[in-house]
């Protein structure tokens, strides 16, 4: 069974830093492109951003709202996606969501999404 | 970009009635490979989104077969013949053609009579 579990959410103050972290089971988590999504309050689903596996270079892109301040990264021994979130912005608050990500060209779609984690930024 | 446009943007159903959630894309999802890319997900109150349809009419695995996509080009449509409690939540289309960020439709929102 796939499960993925996001860990590290809280309360932290605008312009400091967290570190998010997706645990993955049940699939060999390094073949696999990984995502991270977010939910504002009440609101719809936003991209943050997905890296890539390694046999497609492990690189990275990111939404135009969070480039320069959020990195995505992966550890395949450990079955972890990351995402590093620096300079926090209080409208960065959101339940944050990693999903596991199929690419398959032409095609790409996310079938497995983590409970979420919520991460509020106020001071 | 590609823009996803759903409505209703909500909808209330009685029980046992059918609903249809309909999805415009501002760009073509049928690739030259023959295949369309669009995609339905649904997120219940309280949990993450899972993934419904696939690839406009294919049902994700465990999906009730209550659920059916249609549609081409830039029109689909997702069916539901019955509803049940059970079903109530925000329906998102996605498009699966252009990476993100363009990606999500703005949702539909389902309640029960």
């Known amino acids: 069974e796939v499960q993925l579990v996001e860990s590290g959410g809280g309360l932290v103050q605008p312009g400091r830093s967290l570190r998010l972290s997706c645990t993955a089971s049940?699939?060999?988590?390094?073949?696999?492109?990984m995502s991270w999504f977010r939910q504002a309050p009440g609101k719809g689903l936003e991209w943050v951003g997905f890296i890539r596996s390694k046999a497609y270079g492990g690189t990275t892109e990111y939404a135009a709202s969070v480039k320069g301040r959020f990195t995505i990264s992966r550890d395949d021994s450990k079955s972890i996606a990351y995402l590093q979130m620096n300079s926090l912005k209080t409208e960065d608050t959101a339940v944050y969501y990693c999903?596991?990500?199929?690419?398959?060209?032409?095609?790409?779609?996310?079938?497995?999404w983590g409970q979420g984690t919520l991460v509020t930024v106020s001071s | 970009d590609i823009v996803m446009t759903q409505t209703p943007l909500s909808l209330s159903v009685t029980p046992g009635q059918p609903a249809s959630i309909s999805c415009k894309s501002s760009?073509?999802?049928?690739?030259?490979?023959?295949?369309?890319?669009l995609y339905w997900y649904l997120q219940k109150p309280g949990q993450s989104p899972q993934l419904l349809i696939y690839e406009v009419s294919s049902r994700f695995s465990g999906v009730p077969d209550r659920f059916s996509g249609s549609g081409s080009g830039t029109d689909f449509t997702l069916k539901i013949s019955r509803v049940e409690a059970e079903d109530v939540g925000v329906y998102y289309c996605?498009?699966?053609?252009?990476?993100?960020?363009?990606?999500f439709g703005q949702g539909t929102k389902l309640e029960i009579k």
């Open positions: 049940g699939f060999t988590f390094g073949d696999y492109a």
């Open positions: 760009q073509s999802l049928l690739h030259s490979d023959g295949k369309t890319y």
């Open positions: 996605m498009q699966g053609i252009h990476l993100p960020p363009d990606t």
């Open positions: 999903t596991r990500m199929v690419v398959a060209a032409p095609t790409y779609y996310f079938d497995y």
